[in-house]
């Protein structure tokens, strides 16, 4: 509130702006601080980065979008991806991946990372280029066990759109698949296809309960977080109205 005060009547309070961005607890308050201290030190990546994210966090999409492109010579390759990732602009995500990993039969080579592979197939997963996804299952085999757990959701999806509902069951029941609300939200669809209504109906009563840990975000200080959650809870209503149908 002092800090906010002081600006408001042009006094200098000799502290800066990164540090009474830092010590705000209002976000917006935050993002001017950042705003003004990027604006004289354009070249603060840290800045940058916290700019992108807070943008990012309060919902302000089209915002970071353009801090993207204006700063984008102060990133490198690797977190221009993430951020175009995080962004949900995928295309250009995918195109800077691509380039790291020039052809499906490099992913082979033991100099791929498998954070590498990971991005790749996450691009491919939001495109919905199954086809993509389902030529790399002989490179899900050979990943260490924590890079299975974050990409056998996608695995199982490739397969879900190719028909193949018992390989899409088996890539989401495995030991390999994270316990999270997008694992549970396609375990209720495959268990109500394949008319197990009971297994269903716990798995949107867990959804829903996976929904609810964190009802912090709807305090205003994460739009992003709280529109993500609102469509999830969406989306097991749905799934539980067409159970009830059942």
């Not at 009474?20 to 990027?38: D, E, V």
């Not at 604006?39 to 990012?56: A, F, G, H, M, Y």
């Not at 840990?213 to 209503?237: C, K, L, P, W």
Request: charged fraction near 25%; hydrophobic fraction near 35%; charge should be negative.
């Amino acid at each position: 509130n002092l800090a906010d005060l002081a600006d408001r009547v042009r006094f200098p309070l000799r502290v800066p702006d990164t540090v009474l961005a830092k010590a705000s607890t209002n976000p917006c308050l935050s993002l001017y601080f950042l705003q003004r201290f990027l604006r004289d030190n354009p070249d603060s990546k840290s800045t940058i980065q916290s700019v992108l994210e807070l943008n990012s966090r309060m919902g302000y999409l089209d915002s970071a979008r353009g801090i993207l492109i204006a700063y984008s010579s102060k990133l490198s390759e690797v977190e221009k991806g993430k951020w175009y990732e995080q962004l949900g602009e995928w295309e250009k995500a995918l195109e800077i991946f691509e380039k790291q990993i020039q052809s499906n039969e490099n992913l082979n080579e033991n100099s791929i990372s498998t954070d590498k592979i990971t991005a790749l197939i996450q691009c491919y997963g939001h495109l919905e280029m199954w086809d993509k996804i389902r030529a790399l299952e002989n490179v899900f085999e050979k990943m260490p066990p924590n890079a299975k757990k974050e990409n056998a959701l996608w695995f199982s999806c490739a397969e879900y759109h190719n028909n193949n509902i018992e390989k899409a069951r088996n890539f989401l029941l495995s030991d390999h698949t994270n316990e999270n609300i997008d694992s549970i939200l396609y375990k209720t669809i495959y268990a109500i296809r394949s008319e197990d209504y009971e297994n269903a109906s716990n798995y949107i009563v867990k959804g829903f309960q996976i929904l609810a840990e964190n009802n912090s975000i709807f305090d205003g200080s994460d739009a992003s977080e709280a529109t993500r959650s609102m469509v999830y809870a969406q989306h097991f209503v749905e799934l539980n109205e067409a159970l009830m149908m059942k």
